[in-house]
């Protein structure tokens, strides 16, 4: 059993099937954008669950980058969660972060992206965040999330690793979750007056830092390890990514047994010197690989489908290289069906392109919509996810099943700029009608 939420009448509704390239830019987001990207060490926040009483909003309190541990600290391995918390941003599609830490001192051990839980279904919990947080009014549930994550093994010094997430499916102004609300707010399927918690992260400190007043883990700009900190956003055209400089990345401390000392990590590189990159990381320049997964086109609303009947189609996928050079492109597309008895489901496409520097080229894939068994996914909908991989190098870890993994994620943004966003896109359509 399913279960349903009502919102309230004369709320504005999720944009739903128009694909977010599609808009012609009759709306907008009039948002004024100043996003922080935070460590919370106190991780002293909440989510109201909608199952057990609540109404789906997310209190942040103030931001406490400093913990302070008891004397004489814990001379063992072990960890703090704290959180990961965002202020000022609105018409959020994903963000990411660079963390840059001693390794021997307090590194990421862990990440979770879905901090908290809706049970409002509970046969179907949900993980939330706060990039998840509204409901889609298409399906009401929240959407999915593509997190990554890059996080080396414990190494002794200077050390660096990447966090990020985006949600999954059609991007619009009510599913991309503001804070503090804009006035009127886009949607009130939830509430986030002062700030969202993006994950739960467990820092681990190595035995041996008993009495180290400033343990650190840095947030930080695109310098000296690029890609940095970002946040990406809706404009009602598509998708704009905003590097946050290191002015807008609050950073997080730790005395372990001692009194928590926060050290100066904007003005100063913390650590000192250039940590080693988890995984090969893009360069900034003319000449670096940039290819970006640009739309899924042609994919009906809608399809009406009686048992065993076939609906053939045909969908775009189109593909661009923002380098100067040419590149070899990767394509793979997945379908999964609404349920078990229609198709497709699985892997749809397989094939790479070879396309010249600042142009762009189309894939098309024919489709047939089928169900044996239309009375079971009515009202439910295809989903499609499409990926575009530089160099055709991570089709081992981007196999059938497996584009929203974390592996395929890594394996995607560790030699391409474009970032989380960029590589691939999702679309929730067609909605099957039985008849």
């Known amino acids: 059993m399913r279960f349903r939420r009502f919102l309230m009448p004369g709320i504005p509704l999720a944009i739903g099937a128009v694909a977010a390239y599609l808009f012609a830019g009759a709306l907008s987001s009039q948002a004024v954008q100043n996003p922080t990207i935070s460590l919370d060490m106190a991780s002293g926040n909440t989510y109201s669950d909608p199952g057990a009483g609540g109404d789906n909003s997310m209190t942040v309190g103030t931001t406490d980058n400093c913990l302070t541990t008891a004397a004489p600290g814990d001379n063992s391995t072990h960890t703090h969660p704290v959180h990961v918390v965002i202020h000022d941003v609105q018409d959020l599609v994903g963000w990411q ?10 590194r990421p051990s862990s990440v979770n992206f879905n901090p908290f839980t809706d049970t409002t279904d509970p046969i179907h919990p949900q993980g939330v965040s706060f990039l998840n947080l509204p409901i889609d009014s298409a399906t009401n549930e929240h959407r999915g999330q593509t997190p990554g994550a890059n996080i080396p093994p414990l190494a002794t010094g200077p050390q660096t690793a990447l966090i990020g997430n985006v949600y999954v499916g059609t991007q619009g102004f009510a599913i991309s979750p503001d804070t503090p609300p804009k006035s009127p707010p886009d949607d009130a399927s939830y509430s986030a007056p002062a700030g969202g918690v993006l994950a739960a992260l467990d820092l681990e400190v190595p035995a041996g830092n008993a009495g180290n007043p400033s343990l650190f883990m840095n947030i930080d700009d695109n310098s000296p390890i690029n890609p940095g900190s970002t946040v990406i956003i809706f404009t009602g055209s598509g998708v704009q990514t905003i590097n946050l400089a290191s002015s807008a990345l609050g950073d997080g401390y730790h005395g372990e047994g001692a009194t928590c000392v926060p050290l100066d990590c904007v003005n100063a590189e913390c650590p000192a010197g250039t940590p080693a990159p988890a995984t090969p990381t893009p360069t900034a320049t003319p000449a670096g690989h940039n290819v970006s997964l640009r739309r899924i086109g042609g994919v009906p609303n809608s399809i009406r489908l009686s048992p065993g009947e076939v609906i053939t189609d045909t969908t775009a996928i189109e593909v661009v290289n923002n380098s100067s050079h040419t590149d ?9 069906s609404p349920a078990a008895s229609c198709a497709p489901n699985g892997r749809v496409l397989e094939t790479t392109v070879t396309v010249p520097g600042g142009r762009r080229t189309t894939v098309f894939v024919p489709v047939n919509y089928s169900c044996a068994d239309p009375a079971a996914a009515d009202g439910r909908s295809y989903t499609w ?11 081992a870890v981007c196999g059938p099943g497996m584009l929203q993994s974390v592996n395929c994620t890594n394996g995607l943004v560790n030699d391409d700029e474009s970032g989380f966003a960029g590589n691939f896109k999702t679309r929730v359509a067609p909605q099957v009608i039985a008849q």
């Open 97 to 106: 972060a660079r963390l840059n830490y001693l390794g021997d001192q307090m």
């Open 385 to 395: 996810v499409a990926v575009a991989d530089h160099g055709a190098d991570d089709l």
């Open 328 to 336: 070899t492109i990767g394509v793979y597309v997945d379908i999964t």
